[in-house]
């Protein structure tokens, strides 16, 4: 925390790197926008992304991603951030990049619960939040070189599940578990934590 003044430098050099000049009139969120092809308001002059990294930033997309939304999760509003977030997990498919997304989106979400004055009201947009997250992330998977064959994950459903009954008050936990469980039968770490 004491070195958080340096964030702001770093991200405008890392981000302005990928432009065949550094023209000081970009600012880099407008460049990270459009290189991840977001609409803006305001008008700017289109960065000239250097020809030779485009293979690369294709390669690099979720990433970006998880840095825009990081980033305007700091720096922004809470419905930028919020947008930032919903837009991402609308266009990644890379299915650990998904995961951090959703456990990023959920500790921002309940980072903004601890101010609410409409506490009841958020809290059940985030309880909607994080069942949106358990029924959207796939716990089946396919077993390599078989299509007719799959396994069954619910490591990070379980990291989800462990960190929403913490932000939930002691006497609550028992219930939720139980609604939890009853989501997902085949889910045993769960099975044997509400026996």
């Not at 390669?59 to 919903?86: K, R, S, T």
């Not at 990644?92 to 004055?117: A, P």
């Not at 029924?135 to 799959?150: C, E, I, L």
Request: glycine content about 2%.
């Amino acid at each position: 925390q004491e070195k958080s003044h340096t964030i702001a430098p770093l991200f405008q050099e890392f981000v302005m790197s990928f432009c065949e000049s550094t023209a000081s009139e970009q600012h880099p969120v407008n460049v990270l926008r459009y290189i991840l092809n977001i609409p803006t308001r305001n008008t700017f002059q289109t960065p000239c992304i250097n020809p030779d990294l485009r293979d690369q930033l294709n390669d690099q997309m979720p990433y970006l991603w998880l840095i825009h939304c990081l980033w305007q999760w700091v720096h922004a509003n809470v419905g930028e951030a919020v947008d930032a977030f919903e837009r991402a997990l609308g266009t990644v498919m890379q299915q650990d990049v998904v995961q951090q997304l959703w456990l990023d989106y959920l500790l921002f979400t309940n980072s903004k619960l601890i101010g609410s004055k409409c506490k009841s009201r958020d809290f059940k947009m985030f309880t909607d939040l994080v069942h949106r997250c358990l029924v959207t992330v796939p716990t089946r998977f396919t077993v390599p070189f078989s299509s007719a064959d799959y396994w069954t994950n619910f490591q990070f459903h379980n990291k989800v599940i462990f960190f929403y009954l913490g932000c939930l008050p002691h006497s609550q936990q028992s219930s939720a578990l139980e609604r939890l469980r009853y989501i997902m039968p085949t889910n045993t770490e769960l099975a044997l934590r509400y026996p």
